[in-house]
């Protein structure tokens, strides 16, 4: 449950991205619905690409896009409300009934209940412009056909009722502090309160702190009752499920909720032109420096603000961008970012720059602005044009052949008012020319268009109107649907059928696993691992060794940064040197670039300067983070290595010197002594075609050899003393718990399935549902997210039990009572045979999900090859779990967990630690 697309510096394009072709062969066609006769009160619409969509009386809109390829279903129920839709005093209403929303029905009392006992991966987002729910879970008619079943029942028949107001109000105001705690994320607050005067996108969808108290349940009730409506809403079914039988169900329990005799709100608040540049200021304790600029543009619908998210890539985007080059690489700035918000009107689009501490801020705007208007003089070249295209078309590629994304993804284009403008948004992005960009640039990005700070008082302003945008009607005339020619195997993700699908080799020192399936769109996924090196050798090269990674993609013997983005481009290439993904037609050469870069890394020093800079600068930035404070308090204590092992805890201050002391040179030598393939695994899955892959890795890696032979670094179980530290993170909104006990444990320990189980229970992986977040936030609504840890070796029995939970700092002593206290009641009464029972399916489960990955595959076959295991070890685990008793269970908790031998990190604001809570 959150708020949809907080994050400040990830670049946006648009609401999603884009792909090209369609299954035909394992994925049941439209035409075989056609066939059958549709159920009572069900009209098919229209289909694209593989997606039909179907029309009940009562006019809920159904998307089905079937897709065997992976044994999962997602279904995806978005709704035509967001932020945008709220009234005065109502400020994060939407964001705060998404949270209601999973408290129940009379008929289905305990929603986070069954998530947890089937094992699925649920949340809710809301945004400005709509709210959406989804399930993402194992294939099978029960899973689905429940999941249906309680969406149509929640749709009209939850509680929303005061007591879980009283509650829940305080877990959202939790999550609301918990973003006050982010420079960037008060900043953009700021940013959309000073751009607008009178629209709703002025209003941050968490809302106001006063509002997220105050809210009246009657009015989240009327706002329920008004927009969680079927003619409201959009239901989404993708992934492996019979179209027929899927059909049938949503009629029954959908179509069953009577068309709603209300109309929907009409709103006619629309922005004026603003009428010269806005500036401000936000001033809070902290240690980085952020400047954005934000120009007001068209609607998602226009094709300015098409032209507009090019602008910003070209402008912004790493390594390419005209203002990285400008600004980043010549060390004026530490990073420039991009992104927009707003798509159903108009909305911004913001270009910034993070800068270090210390120096000028107004230089960076005055050099930012500079580049911005050398820009509008100069329009985008066709390789700065061409890239754009080329990387969008990857993205909307990859997106569309993953069911499990575009089942959230599409909520974005669904908001705008048809579904299938994601498609036409994917189409249209070929057409757009460096002369439209130029042309929005010089419209929109002038300066009385600005909101960066103040406002300034001119004679003559330089005023922008913007156009408004056309109905979707006229957008998507003329569109013409393109033909459905995905493709992919039902593949059978059982321990079984992985090993006996996989095929092993040793090619020099690479153990080499290839396992061979039909994706959708020909991905394959590659993990590689390499080993050097022993204690001895790597002593005080703890940061020499991760720079020497870090800078492998930055330059070789043969290719600069921009041109290894490139080639990445070009390769379809996701990911990094060591896990990346590629198609079948460009494995062989991505294969090929990986190992020249690992072999022939040259390490550039402006490149070098940068990456050390942005180091430098991150660590400043979490010297008075709760989080960061109390985990680097908690690894100091926890620590057992001689200082100068390469696992051995720092400072934050030891840190940053260590990190001023690395030189070129450096990094330089360890790469010569250390880097090769002596020992290594390499895992590859996917479309792949086992000769000339195998050909290709013996090309790559075969007479490849580490200067430093490699030998396991020992670890051994130590006992730790208990302490209990406060630490003070002065001026921040929220703190944080954490405390941790080692435990003498490697996953060989006959006690270590009855400890995942254990440990799932009390708050490691049920969720909601979990005996920690019941109480900490079900039922005392003190933290918006916690939970524990269990960890342990594969090979020494060196493991941990660990403990963790954010809160307002004036609750952190109520959040340190319940987490005791609920504890102890777990170690005294122990776990229930229900709790086992949903621990048990909801854990087997999700197991069986991750191998559905193939990245997740490929990363486990190379800890496999590694610890000389099969799959079979993995279904045996899986066996011991299924077996499991509840005294088993109980008892193996009661034998490890020691609640006085947990070491208690707490960090926040002392003063307001002090305070009296709530």
């Known amino acids: 449950m959150s708020v949809a697309a907080r994050t400040l510096f990830h670049l946006t394009l648009k609401p999603l991205a884009r792909v090209g072709v369609s299954a035909a062969i394992f994925l049941i066609g439209a035409s075989s619905v056609l066939a059958q006769a549709l159920p009572k009160g069900v009209t098919q619409v229209t289909s694209v690409e593989g997606i039909t969509e179907y029309r009940l009386q009562n006019g809920l809109k159904v998307l089905l896009m079937p897709d065997a390829s992976k044994p999962t279903v997602t279904v995806n129920v978005t709704y035509l409300v967001g932020s945008r839709h709220e009234n005065y005093g109502e400020t994060g209403m939407a964001h705060l009934l998404e949270h209601l929303m999973f408290k129940g029905t009379p008929k289905n009392a305990k929603i986070t209940e069954e998530f947890n006992r089937r094992g699925m991966r649920m949340n809710g987002t809301t945004s400005l412009d709509r709210t959406n729910y989804y399930e993402l879970f194992a294939a099978g008619d029960d899973n689905l056909q429940w999941a249906l079943a309680m969406e149509a029942d929640r749709m009209v028949n939850s509680k929303i009722a005061k007591k879980d107001l009283d509650s829940e109000m305080t877990v959202v105001r939790n999550e609301y502090e ?35 108290e105050n809210v009246k349940i009657a009015n989240l009730q009327n706002f329920y009752r008004t927009y969680y409506q079927p003619d409201n809403a959009v239901l989404l079914v993708a992934g492996k499920f019979e179209q027929g039988k899927t059909l049938n169900w949503i009629a029954s329990s959908f179509g069953a909720i009577a068309k709603p005799s209300r109309s929907l709100p009409e709103f006619w608040t629309s922005e004026p032109t603003q009428d010269g540049e806005r500036s401000f200021e936000v001033r809070r304790k902290g ?11 068209p609607a998602a ?6 032209a507009m998210d090019f602008a910003g890539s070209i402008l912004t985007g790493a390594p390419h961008g005209r203002l990285h080059k400008q600004l980043v690489e010549t060390g004026k700035v530490v990073q420039v970012f991009s992104t927009g ?29 500079a580049g911005i208007e050398d820009f509008k003089k100069n329009p985008p070249t066709k390789e700065e044009m061409d890239r754009v295209k ?16 575009i089942g959230v ?47 300034v008082p001119e004679d003559t302003p330089q005023r922008a109107e913007i156009p408004m945008a056309p109905s979707i009607a006229t957008v998507m005339q003329g569109f013409s649907a393109k033909a459905n020619t995905l493709s992919a195997e039902v593949f059978d993700p059982s321990p079984a059928n992985i090993d006996a699908r996989s095929q092993h080799s040793v090619v020099g020192g690479v153990q080499l696993t290839l ?27 703890k940061h020499i060794a991760s720079f020497a990674d870090s800078l492998l993609a930055t330059g070789t013997s043969k290719f600069s940064r921009a041109q290894l983005a490139d080639e990445f481009s070009k390769l379809k290439i996701s990911g990094g040197v060591y896990n990346f993904q590629t198609t079948r037609a460009n494995l062989s050469a991505a294969l090929a670039l990986m190992a020249h870069i690992l072999r022939d890394a040259s390490y550039p020093e402006s490149e070098f300067v940068q990456l050390r800079e942005k180091s430098l600068v991150g660590l400043e930035a979490s010297r ?9 308090a908690m690894a100091l204590h926890f620590d057992r290595y001689p200082k100068g092992d390469s696992r051995a805890a720092e400072s934050l201050d030891d840190s940053i010197a260590s990190i001023r002391a690395v030189k070129l040179a450096d990094i330089k030598a360890f790469h010569q002594q250390f880097y090769g393939a002596s020992k290594a695994e390499l895992s590859i899955v996917g479309d792949l075609d086992i000769a000339s892959t195998q050909q290709a890795v013996a090309s790559a890696f075969g007479d490849w050899a580490s200067h430093s032979a490699y030998t396991r670094l020992q670890s051994h179980y130590d006992e730790i003393a208990p302490v209990r530290q406060i630490l003070n993170t002065p001026d921040k909104e929220n703190a944080y718990y954490s405390s941790m006990m080692n435990l003498a444990l490697n996953d060989q320990h006959p006690d270590y399935p009855a400890l995942q189980v254990a440990n799932y229970i009390f708050g490691g992986g049920s969720g909601l549902n979990s005996r920690l977040m019941e109480r900490l936030r079900q039922k005392d609504g003190l933290s918006y997210g916690g939970g524990s840890g269990l960890s342990a070796g594969s090979i020494d029995a060196v493991g941990s039990f660990s403990i963790s939970a954010i809160a307002a700092p004036q609750n952190l002593s109520k959040l340190e009572n319940a987490i005791q206290e609920e504890l102890a009641r777990a170690l005294k009464e122990g776990f229930s045979a229900e709790e086992l029972a949903r621990a048990k399916s909801g854990l087997l489960q999700q197991r069986q999900q991750g191998r559905s990955s193939d990245a997740s595959l490929a990363g486990g076959w190379n800890s496999n090859l590694y610890l000389q295991r099969t799959w079979a070890w993995s279904q045996a685990l899986d066996d011991k779990i299924a077996a499991l008793s509840l005294e088993q269970v109980n008892q193996a908790f009661r034998r490890h967990i020691t609640p006085e031998k947990l070491s208690v990190f707490m960090a926040g604001d002392v003063a307001k630690m002090q305070a009296v809570a709530k």
């Open 178 to 212: 918990s973003g006050e705690n982010s420079p960037g994320g008060v900043l953009m607050k700021r940013l959309q309160s000073v751009a607008y005067d009178w629209h709703n996108y002025g209003h941050s969808t968490i809302g106001n702190r006063s509002d997220i």
């Open 287 to 297: 240690d980085l420096q952020l400047l954005m600029m934000a120009y007001k543009v």
């Open 301 to 306: 619908l226009h094709a300015d603000r098409e």
């Open 341 to 369: 918000m707003g798509s159903v009107d108009s909305g911004l689009k913001i270009i910034g720059a993070v800068v270090k501490k210390g120096e000028s801020l107004a230089a960076a705007k005055e050099l930012l602005l």
């Open 390 to 405: 080329r990387d969008s078309a990857n993205t909307y590629e990859k997106i569309l052949n993953n069911h499990e994304a």
């Open 409 to 455: 993804g599409m909520s974005e284009y669904i908001a705008m008012g048809d579904w299938r403008y994601l498609f036409k948004d994917r189409d249209g992005t070929d057409l757009v020319t460096s002369a439209q960009v130029q042309a929005a640039a010089q419209h929109y990005l002038v300066r009385d268009n600005r909101t960066v700070g103040m406002f």
């Open 515 to 541: 396992l061979p399936k039909k994706n959708r769109g020909e991905t394959v996924n590659v993990a590689l691992r390499l080993h050097w090196g022993d204690q001895a050798s790597l002593v005080g090269k």
């Open 624 to 632: 008075n983070e709760p989080g960061s404070v109390a985990g680097t």
